[in-house]
């Protein structure tokens, strides 16, 4: 029987972190993450866990030591948000490259300059090259779910690399919904025991971690990287299907919803898809073909199913919630017109950045988007594809 339980999207994160009890916490404040090692802490003091919890000096300090403890064997996680992912930069790319299997909690919020402590994706978007796996929430119980996945998927033999479980701050994090919780036992033996092959503290083959990598070397390791992203996609894939007939609760890189017959769709993160999916049934009500499509996992990147799921769309938008400052388009754009590149009948594409710095991105928001997608569709005439919307005076 599963819990019924009303959580916010933080303490949903540090409840499953305390039924999977891992070995290392490295963790630094910052809003809106700070509650996820706030509330953590409160369990390692009553002795619910047996986890040693280090707070240290900054979020670059954070994942040294989460890099530390991975290398020894240990299952290491932290939380963390905007400035303090940026300041972790140096050391999400060594935590990818060096194979350590880490689990951050990134509760995502806008990067400063100027200072604002709200919600879009810039943060986790920055990183997204780092070489992280990336998996995204729209409310509070994917949240939940998505962290007792993440460690599974990471910490597989073929895979071994970082995890981020992304959800919206203060929107998810803080807001409380009712919630789904598994029992302890079920989630720890989902989980499973860490059991790294190879460690620095392993007494029968010794290891070196992060050492000097020269020309003849380096390319082949960077590969090794690329093909783990490659193999994650089966791995999440059977992750999934485990955990869904575990809990009931199925999931997919992607959702699609309403698309059966959609001629106008858009293809959106996060916690946006919720206010989305009530305008798409609304417009559906009025008897127009439109649908939508929510990523859940951003890297690897689903290319194959986005391309399946929008044959038949004439003309779909992009929605991100972070800009590239490329004068092109957002990341999430850029990553499905690269996927569409050579496939046939593709749709019109649009891009439109919404929501920055916490913007209210309402339902009436989201159907002015599908308004103009009707345009396009009228005159067969994109126009400008780089678009913002929610902006004063545009």
Same mark, same amino acid.
């Given at each position: 029987?599963?819990?019924?339980?009303?959580?916010?999207?933080?303490?949903?994160?540090?409840?499953?972190?305390?039924?999977?009890?891992?070995?290392?916490?490295?963790?630094?404040? /910052?809003?809106?993450?700070?509650?996820?090692?706030?509330?953590?802490?409160?369990?390692?003091? $009553?002795?619910?866990?047996?986890?040693?919890?280090?707070?240290?000096?900054?979020?670059?300090?954070?994942?040294?030591?989460? /890099?530390?403890?991975?290398?020894?064997?240990? !299952?290491?996680?932290? %939380?963390?948000?905007?400035?303090?992912?940026?300041?972790?930069?140096?050391?999400?790319?060594?935590?990818?490259?060096? !194979?350590?299997?880490?689990?951050?909690?990134?509760?995502?919020?806008?990067?400063?300059?100027?200072? $604002?402590?709200?919600?879009?994706?810039?943060?986790? +978007?920055?990183?997204?090259?780092?070489?992280?796996?990336?998996?995204?929430?729209?409310?509070?119980?994917?949240?939940?779910?998505?962290?007792?996945?993440?460690?599974?998927?990471?910490?597989?033999?073929?895979?071994?690399?970082?995890?981020?479980?992304?959800?919206?701050?203060?929107?998810?994090?803080?807001?409380?919904?009712? /919630?789904?919780?598994?029992?302890?036992?079920?989630?720890?033996?989902?989980?499973g025991e860490y059991k790294p092959a190879e460690y620095l503290l392993h007494p029968d083959h010794p290891v070196a971690m992060?050492?000097?990598?020269?020309?003849?070397?380096?390319?082949?390791?960077?590969?090794?990287?690329?093909?783990?992203?490659?193999?994650?996609?089966?791995?999440?894939?059977?992750?999934?299907?485990?955990?869904?007939?575990?809990?009931?609760?199925?999931?997919?890189?992607?959702?699609?919803?309403? +698309?059966?017959?959609?001629?106008?769709?858009?293809?959106?993160?996060?916690?946006?898809?919720?206010?989305?999916?009530?305008?798409?049934?609304?417009?559906?009500?009025?008897?127009?073909?439109?649908?939508?499509?929510?990523? !859940?996992?951003?890297?690897?990147?689903? %290319?194959?199913?986005?391309?399946?799921?929008?044959?038949?769309?004439?003309?779909?938008?992009?929605?991100?919630?972070?800009?590239?400052?490329?004068?092109?388009?957002?990341?999430?754009?850029?990553?499905?017109?690269?996927?569409? /590149?050579?496939?046939?009948?593709?749709?019109?594409?649009?891009?439109?950045?919404?929501?920055?710095?916490? !913007?209210?991105?309402?339902?009436?928001?989201?159907?002015?988007?599908?308004?103009?997608?009707?345009?396009?569709?009228?005159?067969?005439?994109?126009?400008?594809?780089?678009?913002?919307?929610?902006?004063?005076?545009?």
């Amino acid at each position: 029987m599963s819990i019924r339980e009303r959580l916010s999207g933080n303490e949903a994160i540090a409840y499953c972190l305390k039924q999977i009890n891992p070995d290392v916490m490295g963790a630094f404040p /910052i809003t809106p993450s700070t509650e996820i090692p706030q509330y953590f802490s409160a369990y390692v003091a $009553n002795g619910e866990v047996d986890t040693e919890f280090v707070a240290v000096e900054s979020e670059h300090s954070a994942m040294s030591c989460c /890099i530390g403890a991975e290398a020894a064997g240990a !299952r290491a996680v932290t %939380a963390t948000s905007s400035c303090g992912l940026a300041l972790m930069w140096e050391m999400l790319y060594i935590a990818a490259s060096c !194979r350590l299997p880490i689990t951050l909690a990134c509760v995502n919020r806008t990067l400063s300059g100027p200072i $604002n402590i709200n919600n879009d994706h810039s943060d986790s +978007m920055g990183a997204r090259d780092a070489g992280w796996i990336q998996i995204y929430a729209e409310n509070n119980q994917e949240a939940y779910d998505n962290m007792c996945m993440a460690m599974r998927i990471g910490e597989h033999p073929d895979v071994m690399l970082p995890v981020m479980v992304c959800q919206d701050g203060f929107i998810t994090s803080h807001a409380i919904e009712n /919630i789904e919780l598994l029992e302890d036992e079920k989630v720890k033996a989902f989980v499973g025991e860490y059991k790294p092959a190879e460690y620095l503290l392993h007494p029968d083959h010794p290891v070196a971690m992060g050492p000097y990598d020269t020309q003849p070397y380096y390319y082949e390791h960077k590969y090794q990287q690329v093909i783990a992203m490659e193999n994650a996609k089966e791995v999440i894939a059977n992750v999934f299907k485990e955990f869904g007939e575990m809990s009931g609760r199925k999931y997919d890189f992607i959702e699609k919803y309403m +698309m059966d017959d959609a001629e106008e769709a858009i293809v959106i993160i996060g916690s946006s898809a919720g206010t989305a999916k009530e305008a798409v049934k609304r417009l559906r009500a009025e008897g127009k073909k439109v649908g939508l499509i929510k990523l !859940r996992v951003f890297r690897p990147f689903p %290319a194959a199913q986005i391309v399946e799921a929008l044959k038949g769309v004439k003309v779909v938008a992009i929605m991100d919630k972070a800009d590239s400052f490329n004068a092109n388009g957002g990341p999430l754009f850029e990553e499905v017109c690269t996927s569409l /590149i050579g496939e046939e009948n593709i749709p019109k594409v649009v891009n439109y950045i919404y929501g920055i710095g916490g !913007r209210d991105v309402s339902v009436e928001t989201i159907e002015e988007v599908f308004t103009n997608l009707d345009e396009i569709l009228k005159t067969g005439n994109v126009g400008q594809k780089y678009r913002h919307i929610g902006v004063r005076g545009l």
